[in-house]
C-alpha cells in the first residue's frame, strides 16, 4: 500500500509563502517509486479538485498555468518526501492541498490519473 502524509499548511497574507511536505510510505510505494508520479492538487471551499504540479521519478515536471512562477515542486528521493515551495500566495489560493502518486511516469495533472491519497493540509491566505 502506499500511505502519504501531507504538513506545512498554515494561515498567512497574501504575498507570504509557505513549504508544503508530503512524506510517503509502504510497500507499493517502495516498489514503484522509481517508475511513478506524484503530484499536488487542492480544492477550495465548495470547488472541485484542481492541479497544482506534477513530477515524476525522472524529474520531469508539469504546473497548471495559474501558479507558475509562483509554485515550485519538488521531490527528495532519499527521503521519500515531495515539497511544494508556494511563494506569492493570493487569496485564491486558499484551499486544501493533497498530495497523491501514481504508479506510472509521466507527470499528470489530471487527478483522475492518481491512485493514493494524502489526507491533505489546509491553506489560507488573506487578503
Known amino acids: 500500500q502506499v500511505q502519504l502524509v501531507e504538513s506545512g499548511g498554515g494561515s498567512v497574507q497574501a504575498g507570504g509563502s509557505l513549504r508544503l511536505t508530503c512524506v510517503a510510505s509502504g510497500d507499493t510505494y517502495r516498489d514503484y517509486s522509481y517508475r511513478g508520479a506524484m503530484g499536488w492538487f487542492r480544492q477550495a471551499p465548495q470547488k472541485g479538485r484542481e492541479a497544482v504540479a506534477s513530477i515524476d521519478s525522472d524529474g520531469r515536471i508539469l504546473y497548471t498555468d495559474p501558479v507558475k512562477g509562483r509554485f515550485t515542486i519538488s521531490q527528495d528521493n532519499a527521503k521519500n518526501t515531495l515539497y511544494l515551495q508556494m511563494n506569492n500566495l493570493k487569496p485564491e489560493d486558499t484551499g486544501d492541498y493533497y498530495c497523491?502518486?501514481?504508479?506510472?511516469?509521466?507527470?499528470?495533472?489530471?487527478?483522475?490519473?492518481?491512485?493514493?491519497w494524502g489526507q491533505g493540509t489546509q491553506v489560507t491566505v488573506s487578503s
Open positions: 497523491a502518486f501514481k504508479k506510472y511516469l509521466m507527470p499528470i495533472l489530471d487527478p483522475s490519473n492518481y491512485n493514493y
